[in-house]
């Protein structure tokens, strides 16, 4: 059993920065493959972002490359997603998910285990 706690959204004015968190319970973080999604108002949800159980087997969308960085802190349970050089489009509800199969060694886009409750990110133009 996994809970998922997103923070750090905001509003900000294209071009800035944010920083994303999102805390995970349990002991089997460690063995989790970790990502991000978002969701856009009257689109589908968007894959971001995932990392693996090692902390650098990284996959990007290609929306995001070159100004979004995903990393993880085993240690502290939290997987992060810094959000440079911001953009209009980026705006959207941005989820946590946890892909517990195989012990962290891949994440599955249509297999998600767990999902946070979501935190806003608006960029004003």
């Known amino acids: 059993q996994v809970q998922l706690v997103e923070s750090g959204g905001g509003l900000v004015q294209a071009g800035g920065s944010l920083r994303l968190s999102c805390a995970a319970s349990?002991?089997?973080?460690?063995?989790?493959?970790m990502g991000w999604f978002r969701q856009a108002p009257g689109k589908e949800r968007e894959f971001v972002a995932n990392?693996?159980?090692?902390?650098?087997?990284?996959n990007y969308a290609d929306s995001v490359k070159g100004r979004f960085t995903i990393s993880r802190d085993n240690a502290k349970n939290t997987v992060f997603l810094q959000m440079n050089t911001l953009k209009p489009e980026d705006t959207a509800v941005y989820y946590c998910?946890?892909?517990?199969?195989?012990?962290?060694?891949?994440?599955?886009?249509?297999?998600?285990?767990?999902w946070g409750q979501g935190t806003q990110v608006t960029v004003s133009s």
């Open positions: 998910a946890a892909d517990l199969t195989y012990g962290g060694t891949s994440f599955d886009l249509e297999s998600i285990d767990y």
């Open positions: 349990g002991r089997t973080f460690s063995r989790s493959a």
């Open positions: 990392i693996l159980w090692n902390g650098y087997t990284i």
